[in-house]
């Protein structure tokens, strides 16, 4: 079945320690690729997207994703989280030209003060 | 203010009982979703409608209705055929293929007795 995947559920990490959270796909087509954030109490909200073109995107909150065709993967990175960053984080994929939009298990990132 | 409405926020059912959960959008966007948050599973897609008149199963729509009649308003029906129907649902919108950045509204907490 056409799924997405997050390797990892939860992500513990010290203050400036730098992230990675992995994201595979199986979808063969085209596909729109996104990264969202649900911080406690909060909505999800988007962290960033990549449609086309460079496959390295930049987000908000100094977040960036790239992309790898080949290897249907598209990791979100930071190189120094803060506490603030606590949050859970959904890898999401929109089929292309079709509204059909999949996410992930999601990872729960607790970053310690 | 633009948004998403989700209503109720909280609902208790008795078994065997269907409910419907409400979801009004003020966006004008063409897309809608319903997804079902569990703990560890991620957002899983139950139906979304990309035009009035018209919706599409999800991974999970076994057990559920919709109805899209009104471009505005996307609401769900857990039936009484929804063998674990306790959970979190949340509604998204987008403003059409491609388009991108899904908007949610609050989620409105099921509880099944």
């Known amino acids: 079945a056409q799924s997405v995947s997050q390797h990892n559920h939860h992500v513990i990490l010290s203050e400036a320690a730098s992230l990675e959270l992995g994201c595979n796909y199986s979808?063969?087509?085209?596909?729109?690729l996104f990264w969202y954030v649900q911080y406690p109490g909060q909505h999800l909200q988007l962290l960033l997207k990549y449609f086309s073109g460079d496959p390295l995107v930049k987000g908000i909150k100094g977040f960036e994703a790239e992309f790898i065709k080949s290897k249907f993967s598209f990791n979100l990175r930071k190189p120094s989280v803060q506490w603030s960053d606590t949050a859970e984080y959904f890898c999401?994929?929109?089929?292309?030209?079709?509204?059909?939009?999949?996410f992930g298990a999601g990872t729960r990132l607790t970053v310690k003060p | 203010d633009g948004g998403i409405t989700q209503s109720p926020k909280y609902l208790f059912r008795k078994e065997g009982q269907n409910v419907t959960l409400s979801c009004e959008q003020n966006?004008?966007?063409?897309?809608m979703y319903w997804y079902r948050q569990d703990p560890g599973q991620g957002l899983r897609l139950i139906y979304y409608?990309?035009?009035?008149?018209?919706?599409q199963k999800g991974d999970i729509a076994e057990g559920y209705s919709v109805s899209r009649e009104k471009k505005e308003s996307f609401p769900l029906t857990v039936t009484s055929a929804q063998k674990n129907p306790t959970a979190f649902y949340l509604c998204?919108?987008?403003?059409?293929?491609?388009?991108?950045?899904?908007?949610f509204g609050e989620g409105s907490r099921l509880t099944v007795l």
């Open positions: 998204a919108s987008t403003a059409g293929v491609g388009t991108g950045e899904l908007f």
């Open positions: 966006l004008n966007h063409d897309a």
């Open positions: 999401a994929v929109e089929l292309y030209n079709n509204n059909d939009m999949r």
């Open positions: 409608s990309q035009i009035v008149n018209d919706f």
């Open positions: 979808y063969g087509g085209t596909v729109n």
